[in-house]
Nanobody
């Protein structure tokens, strides 16, 4: 198992930027594909982005391509989501996620471990 703790959420105006961080426990961080999901009020949890174990492959949902960038630092047991050009539609609770399978598995809406979430609010 792995413990995931997100940070970096907050209130930002449309067009602004935020960087979310996720700190993972354990010594097997490099064995997990990592990702981010989000859940807007009244909606189901949605895949946002994922990154493979070695960081060589990334995935994004269409609505965030060219605006968000996922990265990881295996030496620090950290994963990040840089969010630029934020839109009100990005408002949601963002969850860090981990899977021992693959980033592709996560792109299809699956994960094995979840953080507690960090709230992002984008105002007009």
């Amino acid at each position: 198992q792995v413990q995931l703790v997100e940070s970096g959420g907050g209130l930002v105006q449309a067009g602004g930027s935020l960087r979310l961080s996720c700190a993972a426990s354990g010594r097997t961080f490099s064995g997990y594909a990592m990702g981010w999901f989000r859940q807007a009020p009244g909606k189901e949890r949605e895949f946002v982005s994922a990154i493979s174990q070695a960081g060589s492959t990334t995935y994004y949902t269409d609505s965030v391509k060219d605006r968000f960038t996922i990265s990881r630092d295996n030496a620090k047991f950290m994963v990040y989501l840089q969010m630029n050009s934020l839109k009100p539609e990005d408002t949601a609770v963002y969850y860090c996620a981990a899977s021992q399978r693959s980033g592709y598995y996560m792109k299809n809406g699956n994960s094995d471990y979840w953080g507690q979430g960090t709230r992002v609010t984008v105002s007009s």
